[in-house]
């Protein structure tokens, strides 16, 4: 034990300073969505859309319902395979590392030639007023590939550290600010997903994490799962990736507290 001790001393801390000190997040280097250049796209290519698994791609019929390149872009969708990338021979699409992807509105996860405009709301400066300083959090595994919860798990390592926030994780819904849910809601899930809702003191919050609680996913609208939580619950943080880094966890917490700033809005990198 006290070699240990003197290793950790010798060591220093570990925890980052990030996001108040502007430290280091854990992420770089590491590939994240797409982005999209619908101004490099030819005409009456569909080979992004012939490699997408989940169907976060697709070529809509009419230019007015995707924008001039015809491709309609869901992010909510996207498991960031980067297939799309390699699949594109002009450029449409390329690699990059954008992985704040929370947001509060479904449709910010659509790509769109104009987004619309974020509303505004006295939403945010009442939790800010209310879980300013401290949140609890009920997780829920609504039928996840577990892919995410080892993420969420990274939350509480020396690195990152989830407490200095004053975001906790506890294990009793009545005692929770915010149901964080993974999987694409499967309905042996469904009733007790909702009784866990329905435990929860008021005020209280959703937050879908992952491209299956947000979408449903490569699974969604099967025989045994929902297309996502909004399909049963209103949601009011998405965030979705296959699965999402422990960086674009807390960015997302933040955001639901009014501490960060959304940074995608009609599924792009906002300026």
């Known amino acids: 034990m006290a070699l240990w001790t003197l290793f950790g001393l010798k060591s220093g801390k570990a925890t980052t300073g990030w996001p108040q000190k502007g430290a280091e997040n854990g992420q770089r280097h590491v590939l994240g969505m797409p982005r999209h250049h619908p101004e490099r796209c030819r005409a009456g290519c569909d080979a992004c859309a012939a490699v997408c698994l989940p169907g976060a791609i697709q070529i809509a019929p009419d230019a007015d319902a995707a924008g001039p390149s015809g491709v309609r872009l869901d992010y909510g969708r996207c498991i960031h395979c980067q297939y799309c990338v390699d699949a594109c021979a002009s450029g449409g699409f390329s690699a990059s590392h954008d992985w704040a992807f929370g947001v509060r509105r479904r449709e910010d996860l659509i790509w769109a030639e104009t987004p619309a405009a974020e509303p505004v709301t006295e939403l ?7 879980f300013g300083r401290s949140l609890h959090i009920r997780h829920v595994d609504a039928g996840s590939c577990n892919g995410c919860e080892s993420e969420l798990q990274a ?8 407490h ?4 906790f994780f506890t294990a009793s819904p009545r005692f929770a600010d915010l149901l964080l849910v993974t999987g694409p809601v499967t309905y042996a899930m469904r009733d007790p997903l909702n009784e866990t809702y329905r435990a929860m003191p008021d005020p209280r919050w959703i937050m879908a994490v992952g491209a299956c609680a947000v979408s449903g996913g490569i699974a969604g609208g099967g025989y ?3 297309q996502g939580v909004d399909d049963i619950l209103p949601v ?3 965030l979705p990736g296959c699965p999402p880094n422990p960086a674009a966890l807390i960015n997302a917490l933040l ?3 009014g501490r960060e700033k959304q940074s995608i809005q009609g599924g792009k990198i906002a300026e």
């Open 224 to 226: 045994a799962c929902q």
């Open 236 to 238: 009011d943080i998405y």
């Open 255 to 257: 955001l639901l507290l």
């Open 155 to 162: 939350l509480n390592n020396p690195f990152y550290n989830l």
């Open 124 to 130: 945010n400066g009442m939790i800010r007023r209310i």
């Open 164 to 167: 200095r926030l004053g975001v």
